[in-house]
């Protein structure tokens, strides 16, 4: 347990802080400059570790010391929905606002763990602290770290509602493109338009998608054709995601996916479209074993939490921390369902919990030879 009071309100203090700062992926200057700040102020050894343009990751790696496992958190968000409403909002247990979910009240958690730990002695323990940029596009933060940093484990506070992640969701974005003639708008046929040409397409996978694999989540987004005006458009795009269970066979879903292309191709002679996969990432299924898991066992029993691990059902940095060779577990305060939604909150009592959690995690696992 965290040891003294002044931690909750520092927590909260901390957590409330965060969410007012505005944070989306590629702007994270601001949040990291006062993160920076947080961390030096409590003595700790915190470093940037610069993604250029200005961004970088914060790491506190302990010296000296042979480093079983790293709590990770990311400190962008998506963009606000509204750019006057994005801060932070209390109403008794809730705290709302953008990031509050997803992830600022799992990286105040961790954070606040970490600090109470090094403060009971000034001791720093076997385990690394990252913050990580970039995770809601590309992952750029955490494709660095994994580039200078190799660690048997990572905790990553992802929304979990507290349930301990060992498996993960894989994960699949396509981009599909239809293309046709510009022409006066008075002259369109049916075949000849690149939109309906996409929209036949998408409900040939949608219907894959439900009839021959409803195991899988898709979501189609981004929808656009060229600007036109009073014309034939050009060109129609199309993004989609697709999240897979954790043991779905990927190589032969997405060769299932590009046959309907093909099949498309086939029966209609002025079909032109095309098809690709911008982004694979695959899931995986830890086994609920070893050291790690075992200290987190024996943390739920003491708390009085159900043991009951899920599969994260997103893509996150978990699947990049995989594809590096670390077994990553992901167990944090706040819902999917509440990221990314215009009225996005977090329990603070839930984001106390994770603190103790984090902290007894890191007490499990610290010794007696790091000190200032």
């Known amino acids: 347990m965290l040891p003294a009071d002044h931690h909750i309100e520092s927590l909260r203090t901390l957590l409330r802080d965060l969410i007012n700062i505005y944070s989306p992926t590629g702007k994270e200057h601001e949040i990291v400059g006062f993160l920076f700040d947080y961390l030096k102020k409590e003595g700790l050894p915190v470093k940037m570790q610069q993604l250029g343009g200005g961004r970088a ?8 010391t042979e480093i079983e ?9 998506v963009a606000a929905h509204d750019l006057d409403s994005f801060g932070c909002r209390e109403e008794d247990n809730l705290v709302a606002g953008l990031g509050a979910a997803d992830m600022k009240g799992g990286c105040a958690a961790i954070i606040e763990a970490y600090i109470a730990y090094w403060k009971r002695g000034g001791l720093l323990p076997p385990v690394a602290l990252a913050l990580v940029c970039g995770e809601e596009e590309e992952g750029d933060g955490t494709r660095m770290l994994v580039k200078e940093y190799h660690f048997p484990w990572a905790l990553i506070a992802e929304p979990s509602d507290l349930s301990p992640c060992f498996s993960h969701y894989g994960y699949v974005e396509i981009s599909i493109s239809t293309t046709g003639k510009r022409m006066h708008a008075s002259l369109a046929t049916g075949g000849q338009n690149p939109v309906e040409a996409m929209l036949r397409l998408l409900l040939r996978m949608s219907g894959y998608f439900t009839r021959d694999r409803p195991e899988l989540v898709y979501n189609i987004r981004d929808l656009c054709s060229s600007r036109s005006g009073f014309a034939v458009p050009e060109r129609c795009d199309v993004w989609l995601d697709v999240h897979l269970p954790p043991t779905a066979p990927q190589g032969r879903i997405m060769m299932e996916i590009e046959e309907i292309v093909i099949e498309q191709k086939r029966e209609d002679a002025g079909f032109s479209g095309t098809l690709s996969f911008t982004n694979v990432h695959t899931g995986y299924e830890l086994p609920h074993k070893g050291e790690l898991a075992e200290k987190l066992k024996r943390i739920y029993q003491e708390h009085r939490l159900p043991w009951e691990p899920q599969a994260f059902r997103s893509h996150s940095d978990a699947n990049l921390l995989w594809a590096a060779g670390i077994k990553p577990i992901i167990l944090g305060p706040g819902s999917l369902e509440q ?11 839930q984001v106390m919990l994770a603190a103790n959690i984090y902290y007894d995690l890191i007490d499990s696992l610290g010794d007696n030879t790091q000190r200032r």
């Open 57 to 64: 990751n914060l790491l506190v790696i302990p010296p000296y």
């Open 69 to 77: 496992a790293v709590l990770v958190g990311h400190v962008d968000t």
């Open 339 to 349: 990221a990314h939604s215009p009225h996005e909150s977090v329990s603070f009592e």
